[in-house]
């Protein structure tokens, strides 16, 4: 048999006389002959798509199932399809669905509402990942309670954190932590928001957490009320820490720490075995610890590495940057006493962000860091003698 001429998809009163008399099988295969000569027509002209629909329409609903959904597979690779025919495809196109929403150039939002009408969880992380989403279905896919959905948008660089979406995403980061992760990644991110996952966090996104806090105002916490009741001893404080954590008493760090803050043991027990120092940082800093004081803790605190100096001089810098009370309403935001969009407020957004290689800041940071060291080692000599 030979086919009719493609081109322009003419006569189309050709191919519905060999539709009427040729069976189910030469359907198949003028079905599938129809769609590879769109697809390998590259942009068609609004008349050549128009009668396409016409005769598509015409072959799928005659066509065998296996028929139907590899013709549906051919046309999906088209440059350009009308709603009409991307409806065509995602309902004959069945296992291939997703491999066409993440390859499709181009999908309007009817095909897109259709496919998360079903709940699709796969398909719908897909298209969660897409470009250009416009709000109604940016609406429809924050509705969807996955976390395969959350993930996938919590990596689309395309959509703006802003508003309900803000919302929405932050929620997320404190029950998933690889939401948390993806965000921490993001530069468009208030990191800040991510004070509820801070220990699920990777270290360097725990330190980026506390960097969010600098030079910025924050709301009452509530835990000061308890820092202001043991400021006096705040001296202490640091000697106790600065004793268990050089003898490596941790478990008597975890019920000091419980004591003191208020956090659940649980809570502690993670902040007493945290070898980076972020969360240690975040107690002393919360309780006015200076950087002096303060470091002199956390050098027995953190992990005896070649990447120690450097995590040092870090602290160090945050010690000058990051406020007492910033801290404070970090701890509360641990233990759920604070409702942290209101950072997202004007009056509590950063003044100014600071660059970790800031060379002033690391000069400064060092010289606090080497102080810290002889202030320990003259403590040292002295029990040795």
Same mark, same amino acid.
């Given at each position: 048999?030979?086919?009719?001429?493609?081109?322009?998809? *003419?006569?189309?009163?050709?191919? *519905?006389?060999?539709?009427?008399?040729?069976?189910?099988?030469?359907?198949?295969?003028?079905? #599938?002959?129809?769609?590879?000569?769109?697809?390998?027509? $590259?942009? +068609?002209? @609004?008349?050549?798509?128009? *009668?396409?629909?016409?005769?598509?329409?015409?072959?799928?609903?005659? /066509?065998? +199932? *296996?028929?139907?959904?590899?013709? &549906?597979?051919?046309?999906?690779?088209?440059?350009?399809?009308?709603?009409?025919?991307?409806?065509?495809?995602?309902?004959?196109?069945? =296992?291939?669905?997703?491999?066409?929403?993440?390859? &499709?150039?181009?999908?309007?939002?009817?095909?897109?509402?259709?496919?998360?009408?079903?709940?699709?969880?796969?398909?719908?992380? #897909? #298209?969660? $990942?897409?470009?250009?989403?416009?709000?109604?279905?940016?609406?429809?896919?924050?509705?969807?309670? %996955?976390?395969?959905?959350?993930? /996938?948008?919590?990596?689309?660089?395309?959509?703006? +954190?802003? $508003?309900?979406?803000? %919302?929405?995403?932050?929620?997320?980061?404190?029950?998933?932590?690889?939401?948390?992760?993806?965000?921490?990644?993001?530069?468009?991110?208030?990191?800040?928001?991510?004070? +509820?996952?801070?220990?699920?966090?990777?270290?360097?996104?725990?330190?980026?957490?506390?960097?969010?806090?600098?030079?910025? =105002?924050?709301?009452?916490?509530?835990?000061?009320?308890?820092?202001?009741?043991?400021?006096?001893?705040?001296?202490?404080?640091?000697?106790?820490?600065?004793?268990?954590?050089?003898?490596?008493?941790?478990?008597?760090?975890?019920?000091?720490?419980?004591?003191?803050?208020?956090?659940?043991?649980?809570?502690?027990?993670? #902040?007493?075995?945290?070898?980076?120092?972020?969360?240690?940082?975040?107690?002393?800093?919360?309780?006015? @610890?200076?950087?002096?004081? $303060?470091?002199? @803790?956390?050098?027995?605190?953190?992990?005896?590495?070649?990447?120690?100096?450097?995590?040092?001089?870090?602290? /160090?810098?945050?010690?000058?940057? @990051?406020?007492?009370?910033?801290?404070?309403?970090?701890? %509360?935001?641990?233990?759920?006493?604070?409702?942290?969009?209101?950072?997202?407020?004007?009056?509590?957004?950063?003044?100014?962000?600071?660059?970790?290689?800031?060379?002033?800041?690391?000069?400064?940071?060092?010289?606090?860091?080497?102080?810290?060291?002889?202030?320990?080692?003259?403590?040292?000599?002295?029990?040795?003698?």
């Amino acid at each position: 048999m030979v086919l009719p001429a493609m081109l322009g998809f *003419q006569p189309y009163e050709t191919f *519905q006389l060999l539709i009427e008399t040729g069976g189910v099988d030469r359907t198949n295969t003028l079905l #599938i002959a129809a769609c590879d000569a769109y697809a390998r027509r $590259g942009r +068609p002209t @609004v008349p050549e798509m128009e *009668q396409f629909e016409t005769l598509a329409s015409r072959l799928f609903q005659s /066509a065998s +199932p *296996q028929a139907k959904a590899k013709a &549906a597979a051919i046309l999906g690779r088209s440059e350009l399809l009308s709603s009409a025919l991307e409806q065509l495809v995602v309902e004959n196109i069945g =296992e291939d669905l997703n491999a066409f929403l993440a390859g &499709a150039s181009e999908l309007s939002d009817r095909t897109m509402l259709e496919v998360l009408g079903r709940y699709d969880v796969g398909a719908a992380a #897909i #298209i969660a $990942g897409r470009k250009n989403l416009s709000n109604v279905v940016l609406a429809k896919l924050f509705q969807m309670n %996955s976390r395969k959905v959350y993930r /996938a948008l919590a990596t689309n660089l395309d959509i703006q +954190p802003r $508003g309900a979406y803000l %919302s929405a995403l932050a929620r997320s980061a404190q029950m998933d932590h690889v939401v948390a992760e993806s965000l921490g990644e993001r530069k468009d991110f208030d990191a800040a928001l991510l004070a +509820p996952a801070f220990f699920d966090l990777s270290d360097a996104y725990r330190i980026k957490v506390i960097q969010a806090f600098a030079n910025r =105002e924050t709301p009452a916490a509530p835990i000061s009320r308890t820092i202001e009741q043991l400021s006096v001893a705040t001296p202490e404080l640091t000697k106790a820490l600065m004793k268990l954590f050089s003898e490596n008493r941790r478990p008597e760090v975890t019920r000091l720490l419980s004591q003191i803050t208020g956090l659940d043991e649980v809570r502690c027990g993670q #902040i007493a075995h945290d070898v980076t120092g972020a969360s240690t940082f975040v107690v002393l800093r919360g309780f006015g @610890v200076s950087a002096y004081d $303060g470091l002199k @803790v956390l050098i027995h605190a953190t992990s005896h590495d070649s990447e120690r100096s450097r995590a040092l001089a870090d602290f /160090a810098s945050l010690f000058a940057t @990051v406020s007492a009370d910033s801290m404070a309403y970090l701890m %509360s935001a641990w233990r759920g006493e604070v409702n942290l969009l209101d950072l997202a407020k004007p009056e509590y957004r950063p003044i100014a962000m600071v660059s970790r290689r800031t060379p002033q800041a690391a000069s400064s940071g060092n010289a606090v860091v080497e102080q810290a060291m002889v202030a320990l080692s003259r403590i040292g000599a002295r029990r040795a003698s």
